[in-house]
C-alpha cells in the first residue's frame, strides 16, 4: 500500500510511529528493501589466482549467483518478502515446503556471498588470537580442523558446502550441507564456508575436488573473516 492510498489520518499516524522508533528503525527499512540484490567482490575477478582463475570467478560469480539473485527478485515480486532482509527470507521459508524455490535461491544467494568472504587473497595458514585459543580446545590443533574440514568437504556427495560453525553449546565444530541448505537458516552462527559445488572449481580442477580443497586452505582461507564472525 502506498501512502496515496492511506488516508489522511493513518498517514499521520504512520508518521507518527516511524517518528518514534527513531533513527535506530531507519537502517533495518533500508537492509530490508533489497533482499536480492548482487553485493560486489570483496576483491577483483583475478585475485585469487593461481588457486582459483578470473574465468572460474567470472563464471560462479558472473553467471551462478547472478542467476540465483535474479531468480531470487522475480519469485518475490509482489510478495511481503521484499520488505525482509535477505537472512530473514532465507530463515521464514526454510521451514516452509511451499516455498523452496525462493528458499534456494535466497540460501543460495547468501552462502555465495559469504563464500566470497571467507576467502582472501594471501590467506590461508593458521588462524590467531582467540580464534586459534578456540580452534585448539575444539580440534586438538590447526591439523585437527583440518581434517575434519577437508572430510567434510570431500565427503559431502554431490553438490553443498562445507562449514566453521559455533553451534549453540558454544563449541566449534564442522558440519557439511547438501545443495542450497546452511546452518544460517537454523539460527547457527557461521564462521566460514566453502563451496563444494562442481561450478565452484571445475574449469580449473577438473574432478580433483581433494586438490581445491586443499589449495583453498593452504591458501585462500580468511581467518580474519572467521575471527569477525566468531565474535559478532
Not at 510511529?17 to 583475478?46: C, H, K, M, Q
Amino acid at each position: 500500500m502506498t501512502i496515496s492510498s492511506l488516508t489522511r489520518r493513518q498517514a499521520l499516524l504512520g508518521g507518527a510511529t516511524l517518528i518514534g522508533l527513531g533513527a535506530t528503525f531507519l537502517p533495518r527499512i533500508a537492509r530490508a528493501e533489497s533482499p536480492a540484490v548482487l553485493p560486489p567482490l570483496p576483491y577483483a575477478d583475478n585475485a585469487l589466482e593461481p588457486v582459483i582463475s578470473a574465468n572460474t570467478i567470472g563464471f560462479h560469480y558472473g553467471k551462478h549467483h547472478r542467476a540465483y539473485v535474479d531468480n531470487l527478485a522475480k519469485l518475490i515480486e509482489g510478495t511481503d518478502f521484499v520488505n525482509q532482509t535477505l537472512e530473514d527470507v532465507v530463515r521464514t521459508t526454510q521451514v516452509n515446503p511451499n516455498r523452496t524455490a525462493i528458499y534456494n535461491n535466497a540460501a543460495q544467494s547468501w552462502n555465495h556471498s559469504f563464500y566470497w568472504n571467507s576467502m582472501r587473497p594471501g590467506g590461508g595458514g593458521a588462524p590467531s588470537g582467540s580464534l586459534a585459543e578456540r580452534i585448539a580446545a575444539d580440534f586438538k590443533d590447526i591439523d585437527g580442523f583440518r581434517k575434519e574440514f577437508t572430510t567434510a568437504a570431500l565427503g559431502q556427495f554431490g553438490s553443498g558446502w562445507a562449514w566453521l560453525i559455533e553451534d549453540k553449546e558454544k563449541k566449534l565444530r564442522v558440519m557439511r550441507t547438501p545443495n542450497a541448505d546452511t546452518p544460517m537458516a537454523q539460527g547457527i552462527k557461521c564462521l566460514l564456508t566453502i563451496d563444494v559445488w562442481e561450478h565452484a572449481y571445475y574449469l580449473d580442477y577438473q574432478n580433483r575436488r581433494p586438490d581445491y580443497v586443499a589449495a583453498w586452505l593452504d591458501k585462500l582461507v580468511n581467518w580474519d573473516f572467521a575471527a569477525k564472525n566468531l565474535g559478532a
